[in-house]
């Protein structure tokens, strides 16, 4: 999973439990007990986080990514819908996507 991770796997919008387990030589019923168990959490969730980690990541440390459609960002984290992008993004901050990016603008105007 450790490299799975490092290496972006959770990028391919196309990434299934059932493709993910198959990179990994096991089956998708052991992968979800495994994600279960040592990452408390099932592995929609967990996939999720991972994607929207990686967004709250280019938000925060490269200004050019303020600047992204909502849609784009979700398409660079994996996501397949904008709307699954701010559903996990607003369950995660408690905050939608746009706010974040509005906040972050006006605390960097602020510092300017």
Not at 18 to 36: D, G, H, Q, R, V
């Amino acid at each position: 999973m450790r490299e799975f991770e490092e290496n972006l796997g959770f990028l391919d919008y196309q990434l299934t439990q059932s493709s993910l387990s198959e990179k990994l030589e096991t089956n998708a019923s052991y992968l979800s007990k495994i994600i279960k168990i040592y990452k408390e959490k099932n592995y929609n969730v967990y996939i999720g986080d991972l994607r929207t980690n990686y967004i709250i990541e280019l938000l925060n440390n490269d200004k050019k990514f303020l600047d992204k459609e909502i849609k784009e960002l979700a398409h660079l984290g994996g996501f397949n819908n904008p709307e699954n992008f701010a559903d996990h993004f607003k369950r995660k901050l408690n905050t939608t996507p746009s706010q974040y990016i509005k906040n972050l603008k006006q605390e960097r105007d602020n510092i300017a």
